[in-house]
């Protein structure tokens, strides 16, 4: 099945698994995961609050089993919140991207790791317009998560992609967020196009389309 199969077949499955409360269900199983690992690991770490925009517990179940499994390189994180506390506890290397300096400035109190506050511009990508972070570094990353700036109907958080272009290693695992809704959907299936990757969805709160190389094959059973 395609990637844009899978991704169109995720936005009925989300629908359907609101409606009959599995998406809660799924959730809670989730954070309970989360919270095992944490504490067998005895990795402390500051408190989640994962409701509203912020990052879900899929999602952070996702991290932790990367960083703790894979051990990337250089993590780059579009996006800042819950998920930087947990990259934080983890000692993740890389740097986490953020457009307002007024919520990096409060996140740079409570972790140690990176926080760029970049503004957003408007650029043209792959013939796409779309207010992006302008980010030039040339670090490889092995490990990304597109999770920010604020999403749009279509092509939402469009200019991750540039940003991968340039500074994603040869081997990699991508997580976008939102992966329900159809403007992540564009970016998610642009980017595989570019780079190719195995796809692996998952689905709880909020959904996640995980595209990955080789070496990351095992996140396929995540």
Known sequence: MSIAQRLK????????????????????????????????ANIPCQPFYPIGGAANYSLLYLIYRIQTEFAPTATLELGIGQSTLLLDAL??????????EDWA?????????????????PRSYRGVEANSYVFDGSKAFDFAIVDGPQGSARNSRWGAL????????DEFIVIFDDAE?????DTAMEFQRMRGGNVH????????CLIFTDRFRAAGWF
């Open 181 to 185: 809704r159809r403007g992540e959907q």
């Open 201 to 208: 969805i998952v689905r709880a709160a909020s959904s996640q």
């Open 91 to 100: 000692g993740a290397g890389g740097v986490s991207i953020e457009h307002d």
């Open 162 to 169: 540039e940003i991968l272009e340039r500074s994603l290693a």
């Open 105 to 121: 400035a409060i996140m740079r109190t409570k972790v140690e790791r990176e926080i760029l506050a970049l503004p957003l511009e």
């Open 9 to 40: 077949k995720l936005r009925w499955a989300s629908f359907v698994e609101k409606v009959t409360g599995e998406r809660t269900a799924k959730e809670l199983l989730y954070a309970h995961m989360l919270a095992e690992a944490l504490r067998t």
